[in-house]
């Protein structure tokens, strides 16, 4: 979702009248100050990739959560039985432990029986006989492994699908709302809303007569809305291409470092930019 057009019905109003008294804007001036709006970079609603039942969500409302941290839980007890299933079929060993002690007996039966055949003092067929029980064993050995090595694969498998059941937040930012409690079917909705505050994007409309004097790369002042107040540094990362005709205005975005967290997402604030240095 374009965010810029979900803010033109807030700013529109205030950039319509930059348009129609652009001879009040400081065009003269060495800087050009916007309203605007800060917000978060990223909105996440977090949903499930399976269906399943919430068993236990682990954060609420206002928490701060990082990348990859596990923010809810879905039942998952078949998917744990599966595993330690698997998990002994890939353990078991004793078939293996078979299979080569009876390839290591066949091998030494097939020394003697080749040391007699020197002195001619054995039957060919008994030479026959200990060379298949040699092939036979390796062959027995090799199909036990290869059985291990499925066994090994179904409980990766397995393992991958009991993760699905943990839901890791994909962003590091705060819980804005929780949709699910446990005992609620996840299937075809958002389990939460995380937002990402750090960095902040800073949303401007800007009139007609303003483009090509903010370009992106340029760095601006941002100053939130009181009572927070104060001054930021932020950059241009976009300059939409494409003026709104009805209205004569065109987005800006800026990314504002938010490190601190010292902003919240929601402010309005003012951006001025420094055209002395953005022009040329």
């Known amino acids: 979702m374009n965010r810029l ?16 008294c652009c001879s009040a804007v400081a065009m003269a001036a060495d800087e050009l100050q916007l309203d605007c709006v800060i917000e978060p970079s990223e909105v996440a609603d977090v949903s499930s990739s399976v269906r399943g039942i919430m068993e236990n969500v682990l954060v609420e409302r206002g928490d701060w959560v990082k990348k990859g941290q596990v923010i809810a839980k879905l039942e998952s007890s078949v998917e744990r039985a599966n595993v330690s299933l698997a998990q002994a079929e890939a353990e078991a060993n004793s078939l293996i432990h078979a299979r080569t002690a009876r390839l290591a007996l066949a091998e030494k039966r097939l020394a003697r029986v080749l040391e007699l055949s020197k002195t001619k003092s054995i039957a060919s067929q008994a030479l026959d006989e200990a060379e298949t029980d040699k092939v036979l064993a390796q062959a027995e050995l090799e199909q036990v492994l290869q059985g291990q090595h499925l066994a090994q694969l179904r409980l990766s498998r397995a393992k991958s699908v009991l993760a699905l059941r943990s839901i890791q937040s994909p962003v590091t930012g705060t819980v804005q709302t929780v949709h699910v ?3 609620e079917s996840v299937e075809d909705r958002p389990i939460m809303t995380i937002v990402q505050i750090d960095p902040l994007y800073v949303e401007a409309i800007a ?3 303003m483009f090509g004097q903010i370009k992106q790369d340029d760095t601006a002042h941002v100053y939130p809305e009181e009572p927070l107040g104060g001054v930021f540094l932020a950059k241009v990362i976009m300059v939409e291409r494409v003026i709104d005709a009805p209205s004569g205005t065109f987005g800006v975005r800026l990314k504002l470092s938010n ?10 604030c003012k951006v001025s930019f420094d055209t002395s240095t953005s022009e040329g």
Do not use: F, I, M
């Open 5 to 20: 057009a979900t803010l033109t019905d807030y700013l529109k109003p205030l950039a319509l009248g930059l348009a129609c």
């Open 207 to 209: 009139p007609v007569q």
């Open 181 to 183: 409690s446990a005992g």
């Open 259 to 268: 490190l601190e967290n010292k902003l919240p997402a929601g402010l309005r």
